[in-house]
Each structure stands twice: as C-alpha cells, then as structure tokens.
C-alpha cells in the first residue's frame, strides 16, 4: 500500500537516510527542476537571469577562456 507523505513528513525523515540515499534525492530534484526550466514551467528568477546573461556576456567576449565539461568534471572528481 502506497502512503502520501506530506512535505513536512519528507522533511523529518531526511536525516535518517544515508549519504548515497540523500544523493538520489538530491540528483532526482536537480533533473525534475531541469526538466521544468527546460519545457517552461520554470523560468530563473530575476538574479538567476542576470547572471546568465553576464556569463554569456563574457563566454561571447573569450570563449576560449573556459573549461570544456570534461575538464571541470574531473576537476570536481578530484
């Protein structure tokens, strides 16, 4: 039998699960969230746009000047 938790019961249990647990989670909200932002559900706030456009800004100025995915990804696994 499948029980509704509410988000104040979802909210208590958190600190019982372990850090793999807790890492699912976790990527499940950062995927439904991009899936949101990406079909417009969602839009960045106003702080969010702003700093959007400043990174593209400066992407458009040196795009060279960056990392490629690999490089920050294995900067962040290291």
């Known amino acids: 039998?499948?029980?509704?938790m509410s988000q104040a019961d979802i909210l208590k249990e958190l600190p019982k699960l372990d850090s793999g647990e807790l890492q699912e989670?976790?990527?499940r909200i950062l995927q439904l969230e991009e899936e949101k932002l990406l079909d417009g559900r969602i839009k960045p706030s106003e702080h969010e746009r702003k700093l959007l456009d400043g990174e593209l800004t400066e992407y458009k100025r040196n795009p060279d000047a960056g990392s490629s995915w690999a490089e920050v990804e294995?900067?962040?696994?290291?």
Request: charged fraction near 25%.
């Open 74 to 78: 294995a900067r962040l696994r290291h």
């Open 25 to 27: 989670i976790h990527d």
């Open 1 to 4: 039998m499948l029980v509704a």
